[in-house]
């Protein structure tokens, strides 16, 4: 099994999940095909963008995304991601 780098909250959640602790609250087909539209439209990336950084920036960027398994395009999608929800909230 691959080794996770998870903060006490990922590792709390995890724990709790091996424990059989969590319940699905899916009551039945409607909701579950609610969820996955959701889902889907949260996940769409229809869009490409161009952007300059550093070659620092970039070399960081691929080392942190290795060291999570996944690839560093979808890192950095993941952190403007969670930039712009954070913004979006207030």
Known sequence: MKTLNL???????????????????VKGPSDLAQFRDAARRTLKKDKRVNIRISERDLNSIQRIATEEGIPYQTLISSVLHKFVSKKTER
């Open 7 to 25: 903060n006490h909250e990922e590792k709390e959640l995890l724990e709790e999940i091996e424990r059989d602790e969590w319940r699905s609250v």
